[in-house]
């Protein structure tokens, strides 16, 4: 009877262990993926949102990204585009989230797969967004990589992806 509850009280105890590691030390997949999240709801907007919480928006979306992104989107109703750099993302999101009255950024079935050397990963998602005067850019597949750069998981690259219709 005492060795069972020894046994229990051990695997109860190696089960919490395990938990709390995985709290303290997520995977880098889960850290990727937690990144992707957060980056919609920093790219989110209300029509209440000010002034001063718009540009703390852009300055912490730019935080995403390293200093050489490229993001390549090909939208219907918008077209083709190519931003490089943080600055022209910068200028880009600052005027967006000037002129628009709110914009509402989400992100589903993401799925990340780390590289071997564990400072890259690739992100496929869908992404659907949605802007205040009831433009819908309806849904569009992305393709995202992440570098780890000083230690923090940056975007480096963003495409939408052609699919077949």
């Known amino acids: 009877m005492k060795i069972a509850f020894r046994l229990a009280l051990l695997a109860l105890a190696a089960g919490l262990g395990f938990w709390l590691w995985t709290i303290l030390f997520p995977s880098p997949e ?13 790219a989110t907007i209300k029509a209440g949102d000010g002034n001063i919480t718009r540009a703390t928006k852009v300055s912490n979306l730019i935080g995403y990204f390293s ?6 989107f090909d939208i219907s109703g918008v077209g083709a585009r190519t ?21 509402n950024v989400q992100f589903f079935d993401a799925t990340a797969k780390v590289g071997a ?3 890259s990963a690739v992100v496929t998602c869908t992404a659907r967004i949605s802007v205040g005067d009831g433009k819908d850019f309806g849904i ?4 995202v990589q992440f570098k780890k750069i000083d230690g923090d998981w940056r975007i480096t690259r963003a495409e939408t992806v052609k699919t077949l219709k």
């Open 67 to 72: 200093t050489d992104v490229e993001i390549v």
């Open 30 to 42: 889960k850290v990727v993926l937690k990144k992707v999240a957060d980056l919609a709801a920093t």
């Open 140 to 143: 569009q597949e992305l393709r």
């Open 83 to 103: 931003l490089s750099g943080r600055d022209e993302l910068r200028e880009t999101a600052a005027g967006a989230f000037t002129q628009l009255s709110s914009v």
């Open 117 to 119: 050397d564990k400072q």
